[in-house]
């Protein structure tokens, strides 16, 4: 039984690990590709996502190194790691299992027979 909280919490890894298996990327170009991938429609303050990342890194999921960028620029990359990959694959899961429910609440109308375990 997946728990709501767990769904919020796991929603941002989601997007997070799903992104970093095109390839190592760096914090703001995930937050962008989570904007632009989603016309708009979600958006992860920072405050929301490095705490994921942080999170994500101490449970092995992914890895981070720095990368010198021109004199005086580093950025911290992210790498999804396969014991990420494996979580990733549970996570997606999980979200069709939700979705699966969503659906068949929002297709109750109310009738009798339909859906009703008990009357």
Not at 46 to 63: A, F, H, N, Q, V
Request: charged share 25%; net charge neutral.
């Amino acid at each position: 039984m997946v728990r709501q909280d767990h769904f919020k919490k796991g929603s941002v890894e989601m997007l997070l690990l799903h992104l970093l298996q095109t390839g190592d990327l760096y914090g703001y170009q995930l937050s962008q590709l989570i904007r632009q991938q989603s016309d708009g429609i979600l958006t992860i303050p920072e405050g929301s996502m490095y705490p994921t990342l942080y999170r994500l890194l101490e449970k092995g999921y992914i890895t981070d190194y720095k990368k010198q960028v021109g004199k005086r620029l580093t950025r911290v990359y992210y790498h999804l790691e396969p014991l990420g990959q494996e979580y990733l694959s549970e996570l997606v899961d999980s979200y069709h299992r939700i979705n699966e429910g969503i659906r068949l609440i929002l297709a109750y109308s109310g009738e009798k027979g339909e859906n009703q375990n008990h009357e």
